[in-house]
């Protein structure tokens, strides 16, 4: 069974970091693309970040420069490594997988909040 | 960066009643479009790819059509747990984006 679980959400103040990780199990992370998708309370989805089989890396333009994807294939581990945190950056954080080969996200995390207060 | 834009943003329906969907993209973005169910509480979940496929374990009442810039999805009879937010997403271009979404809720 494929599934995904992420670790590492909180509460953090304005310009913290937080490394968010995602456990995958049911397939290997560097078969596939891995991405992280977020959501703002009562909002709608944003892709963050992408990282895809060859090691090709993305990021949307809210979070270039202050954020990192990576992947550890021996712990079958993606992360997402975000600095200088904004309150604009509070939201729910998906990790996801793609799917159809790479067509779509065909699975996805239970999500970890993230919440950037004072 | 491409703009979708969906509509309606509510559409109040009845259970057995057609849904229609449309989610309009800025520019082309060939069949390159999926279509994602949100419940409140819940991920998303993928529902058709590259315009008009079905995802595994979809039921056949979920449909979606079109090409380039305009795309729609179709419940051809709604179900009580088909009452959701639905969201379209392309990946013609990076970075890829969503639509803000539609809510079909109970008339």
């Known amino acids: 069974e494929v599934q995904l679980v992420e670790t590492g959400g909180g509460l953090i103040q304005p310009g913290g970091s937080l490394r968010l990780s995602c456990a995958a199990s049911g397939f290997t992370v560097s078969s596939t693309y891995m991405s992280w998708v977020r959501q703002a309370p009562g909002k709608g989805l944003e892709w963050v970040s992408v990282?895809?089989?060859?090691?090709?890396?993305y990021y949307g333009d809210s979070v270039k420069g202050r954020f990192t994807i990576s992947r550890d294939n021996s712990k079958n581990t993606v992360y997402l490594q975000m600095n200088n945190l904004r309150a604009e950056d509070t939201a729910v954080y998906y990790c996801?997988?793609?799917?159809?080969?790479?067509?779509?996200?065909?699975?996805w995390g239970q999500g970890t909040l993230v919440t950037v207060s004072s | 960066e491409i703009v979708l834009a969906q509509s309606p943003a509510t559409l109040s329906l009845s259970p057995g009643e057609r849904a229609t969907l449309s989610c309009r993209a800025s520019?082309?973005?060939?069949?390159?479009l999926a279509w994602y169910q949100q419940k409140p509480g819940q991920a998303p979940r993928l529902l058709i790819y590259d315009a008009s496929n079905r995802a595994t374990g979809i039921p056949a009442r979920f449909s979606g059509s079109g090409s380039g810039t305009d795309f729609t999805l179709t419940i051809s009879s709604l179900e009580p747990e088909d009452f959701a937010v639905y969201y379209c997403?392309?990946?013609?271009?990076?970075?890829?984006?969503f639509g803000p979404g539609t809510k079909v809720d109970v008339k």
């Open positions: 996801t997988r793609g799917d159809y080969d790479n067509k779509a996200i065909g699975g």
């Open positions: 520019q082309s973005v060939s069949i390159y």
């Open positions: 990282i895809y089989s060859g090691g090709a890396t």
């Open positions: 997403q392309q990946r013609s271009n990076w970075p890829f984006t």
